[in-house]
C-alpha cells in the first residue's frame, strides 16, 4: 500500500478498478525524439528497445560494453522499469574505431538503430512520448458510455499534471531519500538527484491538490505564472483579461504551481504546468481489456491520466 497522499481527482469519482503491467506488453512507451545526425563526431546514439530494465541501468551497461565512465552516456529521460519502452542513448566513442555494439548484450535490452552524431544527448531533449497502454478489469463493457464521456472530457480538456507515483519510489521511499540528502548523508550521484525530485514533486502535488479541490487547477488567477503550451516560456499574470481566458480554456495556456527552491543543495525554484494535454487519444474496449493510446509531453506520467478513470492494481 502506497503511504503517498489520495490527490484530489479533477473529474469526479474513478469508473472502475483495473490491473496495468500484466506483461510489459500492456505498458509501451517510445520516445518522440527529432533530431537531424550529423553522421560524424564522437558519439554513438542508439535506439534501444528495453524490457523490465530502467533507464539508470540500461546506462550503465552500455558504458561497460564501450569502457567509458556512464557520465558519458547520455539519454532525454526515465522511462518506466514496468513496460516495454523505445529511446534514444548517445555513448561517448572512446576511440576512432568505436564500439561493437553487435555484440553487446544485456537482459531484456536490444539495439534497434545507430547512428553517429557529434554532440551528447542531453536530458529534456524529446518532445515527449506516446503511451499504449492496457487496463485490464472484468466487466469492462458494462462501462463503455461512462469510458467514452470521461475520456472525451480528458482529450479536451486534460488532466492536472501531478507527478506520478513512481517518481516517489516504493512506498514513498525516494521522499525518505531526499530528506537524507538535504541532511547531507553522502549517497551516490543518481540517487541525490532521485532524491531531490521527489521532495520537489511531493510539494508541487500538494499545491496542486489545493487547486484541484478548489476547482482553479485549469484556471489562470491573479497572480498566477503561466505557461505556454508546449515551450517552458513563462510570464507573470497581473490582471485576467478576456483574451488570457480565453487562451485558456483552448489550452494555449496553463496556470503553473511551483516546485521549490531547496538552497542547502543549490537547487533553485522552477515552475512545471498544472494542467498536463493529452494528445492524439484513441481507445478502443475489447473484452475486458480497455487499449488507450496517447501522447503526453515530455515530464508528463501516463499513470496521471489513468487515475483519473481507475483506481489502478
Known sequence: MSNLPDWARALGPTLFAATIRSTPDDFIVTEQLEIDFSGDGEHD???????????????????????????????????DRHSVTEQWFSVRRPSAAGTDWLSFEAEGVRIVEQRLHNRKLKRGAHRGNRFRIALRSVGLAQHADPIAQRLAKIEKGGVPNYFGEQRFGRNGANIELGHAVVAGRRVARHKRSIGISALRSLDFNNSLDER??????????????????????????????????????EMDIHPTAVLPAIEKVGVEAASRPMRMRVGNLKWTLENDVLWLEFELPKGAFATTVLRELAVLQ
Open 45 to 79: 546514439w542508439l535506439y534501444v528497445e528495453k524490457i523490465g530494465a530502467n533507464t539508470h541501468w540500461v546506462t550503465e551497461q552500455l558504458a561497460r560494453h564501450a569502457g567509458i565512465k556512464a557520465r558519458d552516456v547520455g539519454f532525454a529521460g526515465l522511462k
Open 212 to 249: 484541484v479541490r478548489e476547482g482553479t487547477w485549469n484556471r489562470i488567477l491573479p497572480g498566477d505564472v503561466a505557461n505556454l503550451d508546449g515551450s517552458r516560456s513563462v510570464f507573470a499574470v497581473d490582471e485576467i483579461t478576456p483574451e488570457l481566458e480565453r487562451r485558456c480554456t
